[in-house]
């Protein structure tokens, strides 16, 4: 092929690129706190017995391509979300929220060749570096003996949403219904989270209680803003 043919192939590409470009223009992501609630839930029954989370599928679903999350791990973050705004209709927290979470985390419960099964069980359990007052690390003793986090010496966070042992014991709940409190389980986690948040910050659609929850769960202007970006990409379809 010649150059000049060349030339003009490229330039007819390029041309066609930008028209498709134009035709479909980038989603941008909304600034402010807090970050949006994304696709609306349905009405559900959290109290139905067994894995209610599975009652969001037909929810989950569609998300969980555009998203890049698996929809088990959607269905957890939206049951946790339905939980509290039918138990603690003020906290007004959003699905998003915890997908933010748990973004930052483990990536949704896949950190570390992690994953997810049907039952929001998370395989190989993730355990986080020893808390030991190392660089950057804060320095927390061991709290449970070792019992849930493996560690005798030090505490670490466990699981997909990150908790260490004495606040688990302290915020753990059963979400999925099989009766074990199960910080490596990530309907336990997400719920856990949200209560903690709901509990931290009050009402989550200011910026004054969003704000304060993420602090509180992390005490780091860092760590909040990498959250929000997250979950204000996913209150808008765009995976991250």
């Known amino acids: 092929m010649s150059s000049v043919l060349v030339g003009v192939v490229v330039l007819a590409l390029a041309s066609r690129l930008d028209e498709l470009d134009r035709r479909s223009p980038r989603i941008e992501i909304p600034d402010g706190i807090p970050p949006g609630p994304?696709?609306?839930?349905?009405?559900?029954?959290?109290?139905?017995p067994g894995r209610t989370a599975n009652l969001l599928h037909d929810w989950s679903a569609p998300l969980s391509e555009s998203l890049a999350i698996s929809s088990t791990a959607l269905e957890a973050y939206g049951y946790a979300a339905a939980v509290m705004a039918a138990t603690r209709p003020a906290c007004g927290l959003g699905w998003t929220t915890l997908a933010g979470i748990g973004a930052v985390e483990s990536k949704h419960g896949t950190?570390?060749?992690?994953?997810?099964?049907?039952?929001?069980?998370?395989?190989?359990?993730?355990?986080?570096?020893?808390?030991?007052?190392?660089?950057?690390?804060?320095d927390i003793p061991d709290t449970d003996g070792g019992a849930m986090d493996g560690d005798a010496t030090h505490d670490r966070a466990m699981g997909p949403l990150q908790?260490?042992?004495?606040?688990?014991?302290?915020?753990?709940?059963?979400a999925n219904g099989d009766g074990v409190v199960d910080p490596d389980n990530i309907d336990d986690a997400a719920l856990t989270a949200?209560?903690?948040?709901?509990?931290?910050?009050?009402?989550?659609?200011?910026?004054?209680g969003w704000t304060a929850a993420l602090m509180a769960y992390n005490l780091s202007g860092e760590y909040l803003l990498d959250v929000r970006e997250r979950a204000a990409a996913y209150s808008v379809g765009v995976r991250r």
Do not use: K, M
């Open 111 to 138: 950190y570390g060749g992690a994953h997810v099964d049907s039952d929001g069980q998370v395989n190989p359990p993730i355990r986080g570096v020893p808390l030991d007052g190392s660089a950057g690390v804060a």
């Open 194 to 208: 949200a209560r903690y948040l709901c509990a931290r910050g009050g009402d989550l659609t200011t910026e004054d």
């Open 163 to 174: 908790f260490i042992p004495e606040t688990w014991a302290r915020w753990g709940v059963d």
């Open 38 to 48: 994304g696709a609306p839930l349905p009405s559900i029954d959290v109290n139905a």
